[in-house]
């Protein structure tokens, strides 16, 4: 007979103000099983915890029953007290009367009565949990990181000092992403190049890194401690052990008009390029799609002065395998763009602002090259129209984000800092030109933040008006800038050189395949979403993964470097131990009663179910059935809901155990 | 107007399966052969398993012979040797329904040796088995059907056979007027339907992809569902059957034929097949499928649904 121990935890105030915490315990003391109920105000802290597991010693408790907050929360906290109290974890659930009940309801005895009955069902179930062993797994050191921007690279270094094997995989021909691109960074002002350079000069010299630049995440199999990475290496079209870099095959490319993606596509490059003068790997790439041998097998110009013989016009993607114990998603961010979206798109572009056909209308990114010593100007504020020196620049705040109406409503973060930069380098670079700058409110916290963005106004004379623009047009050399200026309450008008868009910060394009990819969860902008917003910030839900940077949501240099160290010492933890404990939640194979139509197999996506064969005493073949490998088995249970025999039961919820809490309904 | 339908090829057809039958036995290609043969009434056929060649011509073809004999290499195989390959006679709906089985691990291909029938349609039930084959007595399913010629058997019959008149659809049909309901409408008439069943099971007997050993309705603990005759049990019931035929239903429509209360069966399965046509752009065929079209996924599937 089961001797079930009810505990109904207040949660202070966020339970108790809408449920009748101590009716509830009332109740449950009289439902059959229940040996032992009652309510405490935090039941997950240390005096809470004691509670029950005296309880489970004195009540000579079989089964326990947490009435608290979602078993996300805090599950693992009372299973861990009731092994401590010498119970097998798994005789302990939580029933769910926040997030459940409390939070969603107001009316006090209808969530009360919903209450009872949640805890009603949770008895019903409990009494057919069974004792669960752990499962130990082998861990495999080594660490892949996603993306090869700041966060990937710091996250890199820090795993690899440690002495973790780390494998970095880059979409793009080189390493850098965004920060590469940007001249100079705030609040200090020092040259992004300076800083970033030395880092990927170590990343690429580390004995501990392998570094697989231009390729992609094909697939991912596996689960923490064993993943399965399979990498595309695109075709480079160069042999990265024969090159040296000498850039020879750059010089003599006869196709020289190319837009630089990397510099905003106002500078040109060549056919087979390096991306920026610092690239690392320094190994051209072949843009297949502009290469004249590509195109019409005729030219090969690269590859007769190329000394050491690198260039392949025959190399093809391959596919490499990397075993890895965890990964680090670090694929950062992409600028939202003003021009016309597709029909039915959720985000929608400014047709107000010309969609962006008015070509001295640019982005911020764009004005960071400009500004660049490397970039495309060397260094020099010229609009890309005509090549004049702008004597008035708009920047426009808030362009895309926090406006609901054209689909994004977060705040990006980092535009009020690097529009205050913005408006101090083009001070620095153009003494007699005037920056003005729309915005909505400055929100500039951070160490030595709001100071730089004082320092902007007060000392590099940038004109602030708070206030929207309703409408760019060119009129002339001009650009016509209709705003408001609400501080005053009047309408402005200014006509401008060049107008800068601070616009949105949103995940790179395809976040959300990657996602399907590594099993993990994203929002509806398609920013990577964490286990917990505060206390599991940079864990996905996913064991095994974390995130760096802005792929999780917009971030600055700083905050991005720190989340990078974080995710790092995660796996740093995940890696100090030979074998890792999993949770015994995993499925089984009833083999009584499975045909072997390996449904099951086909809706797996971790690879755990593998066929097994049957035989009798003499060693004949009876039948091949479906074998759920426990240690890969991470317990979703999409196989239970597939098979069609119901041959598959998940440990811990079992058809028995859903369909005892229905019938306590 | 009767139109009559030209069934002159099944004699030759008749003649074509015995010798190859005769054939395949008598070199030890198969152990056995399932197929057709005559039955007490005058005109009617019943299915039968040969393991000698000399009964080779027990074996015939005609517009009664209405099983998909598919359900014999999977659960109603008492009589079917457990050694060697085996014969067997599939029109093309019935192939549909073994290409199916393939798909899902239940059959081997190297153990099958397919004789495919090119069929001119069969009768719709066999109260009259020597009844003319015309669009009045012809079975539902073969006025629309599209695969009447098996694909990738071991063995075809070398005789020409016309084809079938324009006849009007059936299915898509009831189909149209069943979705052109409201949704209240169309509940009460499934409900209807439903409310006749007996829970004889003569529809999971007779299905080829019913091949549970266990089938989840006859469990007990838990109980999935209600075993009484019932209206909440039989809706269950008939529910769990449509899922779980969702993407794997070939339309042999054997269901329909056997339910003893008229229940039509088949007409929810082809509406499964539709939705899932239209979304995922997977139907049954002659080609096995790796995987179906619920027990596969991938990123470009529609998940509009999910945000």
Not at chain 1, 217 to 233: A, H, L, M, P, S
Request: hydrophobic share 35%.
């Amino acid at each position: 007979m089961s001797r079930i121990g009810v505990f109904i935890c207040h949660c202070g105030e966020n339970i108790s103000r809408t449920v009748d915490v101590e009716r509830v315990a009332s109740q449950a003391s009289l439902m059959a099983g229940v040996a032992f109920s009652t309510d405490y105000k935090y039941m997950c802290s240390d005096p809470g915890q004691t509670l029950v597991k005296k309880a489970i010693a004195e009540h000579n408790l079989t089964h326990v029953v947490v009435a608290a907050c979602s078993p996300r929360m805090h599950e693992r906290t009372f299973r861990k007290a009731a092994e401590q109290a010498g119970l097998n974890p798994y005789l302990c659930e939580m029933a769910n009367i926040r997030e459940h009940c409390s939070w969603v309801h107001e009316n006090r005895e209808e969530a009360t009565q919903k209450a009872i009955e949640i805890v009603g069902m949770l008895i019903e179930r409990v009494k057919k949990n069974r004792i669960l062993p752990t499962i130990t797994v082998p861990v495999t050191k080594r660490a892949l990181v996603i993306g090869g921007g700041i966060a990937g690279i710091q996250a890199a270094l820090d795993v690899a000092d440690c002495g973790h094997q780390v494998v970095l995989v880059e979409r793009e021909p080189s390493i850098g992403g965004h920060m590469a691109q940007l001249s100079e960074t705030f609040p200090t002002l020092d040259c992004s190049q300076c800083i970033m350079t030395p880092k990927m000069v170590d990343l690429a010299n580390h004995p501990n890194i392998t570094l697989h630049t231009y390729s992609e995440i094909e697939q991912v199999d596996g689960y923490i401690g064993n993943f399965q990475v399979t990498i595309r290496k695109k075709a480079r079209s160069v042999d990265e052990h024969k090159c040296t870099g000498c850039g020879i095959c750059i010089t003599k490319c006869p196709q020289k008009k190319i837009p630089n993606i990397f510099d905003c596509n106002i500078g040109m490059r060549t056919a087979i390029y390096v991306p920026f003068p610092q690239a690392v790997p320094n190994v051209p790439v072949i843009d297949r799609e502009n290469c004249t041998m590509f195109k019409s097998g005729k030219c090969g110009v690269c590859q007769k002065v190329c000394g050491p013989g690198a260039i392949d016009f025959t190399q093809e993607d391959i596919l490499i395998t990397e075993p890895v114990g965890a990964i680090i998603v670090a694929t950062g961010f992409e600028l939202y763009t003003i021009t016309e979206k597709a029909k039915g798109s959720p985000i929608k572009g400014y047709g107000e602002f010309g969609h962006g056909k008015i070509p001295d209308v640019i982005d911020g990114m764009t004005f960071e090259r400009l500004a660049s010593a490397s970039g495309p100007t060397g260094g020099k504020i010229l609009r890309p129209s005509d090549g004049k020196e702008p004597k008035q620049v708009v920047f426009i705040q808030c362009v895309g984000s926090r406006s609901r109406e054209k689909g994004i409503s977060y705040c990006s973060k980092v535009c009020c800092m690097y529009t205050a930069k913005h408006t101090m380098l083009y001070h620095h670079k153009v003494h007699d030109g005037q920056a003005y700058v729309f915005f909505m409110d400055a929100r500039v916290p951070g160490k030595s933040y709001d100071e730089f963005w004082r320092r902007s106004i007060e000392e590099e004379e940038a004109v602030y008006i708070r206030g929207m623009v309703s409408r760019l047009y060119q009129k002339g050399d001009k650009i016509v800038v209709m705003g408001s200026d609400i501080a005053v309450g009047v309408q402005v008008e200014i006509e401008a050189d060049l107008v800068v868009l601070a616009t949105a910060v949103q995940p790179q394009k395809g976040a959300d395949l990657l996602a399907q990819k590594l099993g993990i969860s994203y929002d509806k902008y398609n920013f990577y979403s964490e286990a917990h917003a505060k206390l599991r910030p940079v864990e996905c839900a996913t064991a095994g993964i974390y995130l760096a940077g802005a792929c999780q949501g917009p971030k600055d240099i700083p905050d991005t470097v720190s989340q990078a160290s974080a995710a790092a010492a995660k796996v740093m933890a995940l890696f100090s131990k030979d074998r890792l404990e999993r949770e015994p939640i995993v499925a089984r194979v009833k083999e009584a009663t499975c045909v072997g139509c390996f449904a099951c197999k086909k809706v797996c996506a971790y690879g755990a179910v593998e066929e097994k064969e049957i035989r009798d005493r003499q060693g004949n073949l009876l039948k091949v059935i479906a074998y759920v490998n426990p240690g890969v088995c991470a317990g979703c249970g999409t196989c239970q809901a597939t098979c069609p025999s119901k041959s598959v039961e998940l440990d811990g919820y079992t058809d028995e155990q859903i369909v005892a809490m229905i019938e306590a309904l | 107007m009767t139109q009559t339908i030209n069934t002159s090829g099944y004699s030759a057809i008749t003649d074509s399966i015995r010798n190859e039958a005769r054939r395949i036995l008598g070199d030890g290609t198969v152990s056995a052969v399932i197929g057709y043969t005559s039955s007490r009434r005058e005109g009617s056929t019943q299915p039968t398993v040969i393991t000698k060649s000399e009964d080779a011509d027990k074996l015939l073809f005609t517009a009664a012979c209405l099983n998909n004999l598919v359900v014999y290499l999977t659960k109603a195989k008492k009589d079917v040797p457990h050694e060697g390959r085996i014969g067997i006679i599939v029109k093309g709906c019935d192939l549909k329904a073994l290409v199916g089985l393939l798909g899902e691990s239940q059959l081997k291909r190297e153990n099958l040796y397919l004789i495919g029938i090119p069929c001119n349609g069969v009768l719709g039930s066999l109260f009259n088995p020597s009844a003319e084959l015309n669009s009045e007595t012809i079975a539902p399913k073969c006025r629309e059907c599209t695969d009447r010629i098996p694909a990738g058997c071991d063995f075809m019959p070398d005789v020409e056979t016309v084809g079938l008149p324009e006849l009007n659809p059936f299915y898509s049909s009831e189909i149209a007027r069943l979705e052109a309901l409201t949704p209240v409408e169309r509940w009460e008439y499934w409900k209807e339907q439903f409310s006749k069943c007996i829970k004889c099971y003569a529809c999971r007997q007779v299905c080829p992809f019913c091949f549970c050993e266990q089938c989840l309705c006859d469990r007990n603990r838990p109980q999935m569902v209600e075993q009484t005759p019932r209206p909440s049990g039989n809706l269950a019931w008939h529910l769990v059957r449509a899922m779980h035929l969702a993407g794997r239903c070939a339309g042999c429509a054997e269901c329909e034929r056997v339910c003893p209360m008229d229940i039509p069966l088949n007409l929810l399965n082809r509406k499964m097949a539709k939705e899932l046509k239209e979304m995922y752009n997977s139907e049954a065929g002659f080609e096995v499928r790796e995987k179906g079209p619920l027990t596969s996924f991938d990123e470009h599937d529609d998940q509009s649904f999910i945000r």
